[in-house]
């Protein structure tokens, strides 16, 4: 049954904290400490729900410790598979433009954006992951959409 959990949930896992910390060994000790805190208690319903919180959790536990103002440092991308030169350097380029763009927004529409738009969670899954309201869920998503769009549409314009 454990096996399954991570089986079913460690990727999906480790690319919300790969996203939010852009730091791939620190990813894998988040996920690692992610799912060891998992095991340690025993919930049910919605495995994923609680793992991302947890992973959320420790995500702000360990930039607390750190004390870094630079949060949720958001620069690079996977490498993409199987594209031709050209479009791997437009998307990259594309890409990072977008991640900077991120990194520039507040850390609360910031982090919404990235589970509503990356993750493709519903409205009401960022609200428990957050532990918030669908309101203001909906609102910092418009908010960090707006702040984006002008962001982007300054460089666009430029």
Known sequence: MRRDVFDTHYEAIYKYILYLTNDCHLAHDLLQETFYRYYQKDYDANERLYLLKIARNLIYDHYRRKKLIGFFALKKEP??????????????????????????????????????????????????ILNTSEVKVKNDTARGLKALRELLGGVRNA
């Open 79 to 128: 490498p993409a598979n199987a594209k031709l030169p050209e479009e791997v350097t437009l998307q990259n380029a594309e890409n990072e433009t977008l991640y900077n763009a991120l990194q520039q927004i507040k850390t609360n529409y910031r982090e919404v954006v990235i589970l509503r738009y990356i993750e493709q969670y519903s409205v009401k899954e960022t609200a428990q």
